[in-house]
């Protein structure tokens, strides 16, 4: 596609309610973050992936938080038994190559709101 | 560890007053530079890069930033700013791996 694209982009959980968040990249692009934005804060790393492959899931804030790219493409972010704190904007981003300084595009993010 | 800081987290400008956003960064070595901008309701956006070479940058819409390696800043810059600026702007740095650091992000409303 032309852009990254996330889903959903708005989403209410119950506390202890799993959620899975996809993103899907540009086409084409080998590298894919994860970021998490709290309300009135910048983007924070999350977990990275060249490929299929994770790379980096040190920003990951706990062991409920699991990242997968199977393919190499698509991206699903879960989060497992939800809490009041992982309410956040959570963006996925891509770039072409894992290069360093290689401008990394943003998808328009996925709103989660536990409750 | 390595952070960035913005100072100003709220600004608010009539139009074409001229605009200055702080932003600096603690990592001593080789960085390469961001500005990213948010509007309202869409995704963020590169504004413009710094990796090597001339320390003023130019970017989208009559952005530019400068480098002052000395005082580890990289601010943006507009002459004369338009209603349709009022966004969200982030400043980040990317030390040469993959990993971007963002900023706390600055408000900036233009008034008409």
């Known amino acids: 596609g032309a852009g990254v694209s996330q889903s959903p982009r708005y989403k209410v959980a119950k506390r202890g309610q799993d959620v899975a968040l996809r993103c899907d990249p540009i086409s084409g692009h080998v590298s894919l973050f994860w970021y998490q934005q709290a309300l009135g804060q910048g983007p924070e790393f999350l977990t990275y992936?060249?490929?299929?492959?994770?790379?980096?899931k040190s920003g990951l804030p706990s062991d409920r938080f699991f990242a997968e790219r199977p393919e190499g493409s698509v991206s699903t972010l879960k989060i497992q038994r939800t809490q009041q704190e992982d309410s956040a904007v959570y963006l996925c981003a891509s770039s072409l190559s894992g290069r360093s300084g290689n401008t990394i595009y943003f998808g328009e993010g996925s709103w989660l709101t536990v409750v | 560890a390595q952070s960035v800081s913005q100072h100003n987290h709220h600004v608010i400008l009539s139009e074409a007053a001229s605009l200055e956003l702080g932003c600096n960064y603690s990592y001593g070595g080789t960085v390469n530079l961001f500005w990213y901008v948010q509007y309202p309701g869409q995704h963020l956006q590169l504004l413009l890069k710094y990796f090597s070479g001339d320390p003023l940058v130019k970017g989208i819409k009559g952005f530019e930033a400068e480098f002052i390696k000395s005082k580890f800043s990289f601010n943006l810059r507009k002459p004369s700013v338009q209603w349709s600026d009022t966004a969200e702007y982030f400043c980040?740095?990317?030390?040469?791996?993959?990993?971007?650091?963002f900023g706390t992000g600055t408000r900036l409303k233009v008034l008409a």
């Open positions: 980040a740095v990317n030390e040469g791996t993959y990993k971007y650091i």
């Open positions: 992936f060249q490929n299929e492959a994770q790379l980096d």
